[in-house]
């Protein structure tokens, strides 16, 4: 029987700005593993994207992502404290628990693209409803 295990995925994230994107991520909280002049690994965790220098405002425009996080009021409090939305002009939203079992804030980087940063939390939980 062949072996269809699956290893790993990554998505290719395009970047208008490619030195302004790899600023906003790694100020994000992203490490960045390495570069090269068209392309950057991004990495937090076992969580990873490659940096495109590349951009299309179709694509980019229309591109979400879903990062799952231990702590999203953490990453909310490192995005606000590096003050994204006014040192990139990007949009950030507040952390809101949503009644699929999630808390998550928007995020959209310097190219439109559009992050939702989110955390299970419990729908047993009386302080987050009952989902």
């Given at each position: 029987?062949?072996?269809?295990?699956?290893?790993?995925?990554?998505?290719f994230?395009?970047?208008?700005?490619?030195?302004?994107?790899?600023?906003?991520y790694?100020?994000?909280?992203?490490?960045?593993?390495?570069?090269?002049?068209?392309?950057?690994?991004?990495?937090?965790?076992?969580?990873?994207?490659?940096?495109?220098?590349?951009?299309?405002?179709i694509?980019?425009?229309?591109?979400?992502?879903?990062?799952?996080?231990?702590?999203?009021?953490a990453?909310?409090?490192?995005?606000?404290?590096?003050?994204?939305?006014?040192?990139y002009?990007?949009?950030?939203?507040?952390?809101?628990?949503?009644?699929?079992?999630?808390?998550?804030?928007t995020?959209?980087?310097?190219?439109?693209?559009?992050?939702?940063?989110?955390?299970?939390?419990?729908?047993?939980?009386?302080?987050?409803?009952?989902?």
């Open positions: 029987m062949p072996n269809l295990d699956a290893l790993e995925i990554k998505a994230v395009p970047a208008r700005n490619f030195e302004r994107s790899q600023r906003f790694l100020d994000l909280g992203f490490h960045r593993v390495w570069a090269s002049p068209d392309l950057a690994h991004f990495q937090c965790g076992s969580a990873a994207f490659l940096l495109e220098n590349d951009y299309l405002a694509v980019a425009e229309n591109f979400t992502l879903h990062l799952l996080v231990a702590d999203v009021d990453w909310w409090q490192r995005a606000h404290d590096a003050r994204l939305a006014d040192v002009g990007v949009k950030l939203g507040r952390p809101e628990d949503r009644p699929w079992g999630m808390r998550e804030f995020l959209t980087d310097p190219s439109g693209v559009h992050w939702r940063i989110a955390q299970n939390i419990s729908t047993d939980d009386p302080a987050h409803g009952t989902g």
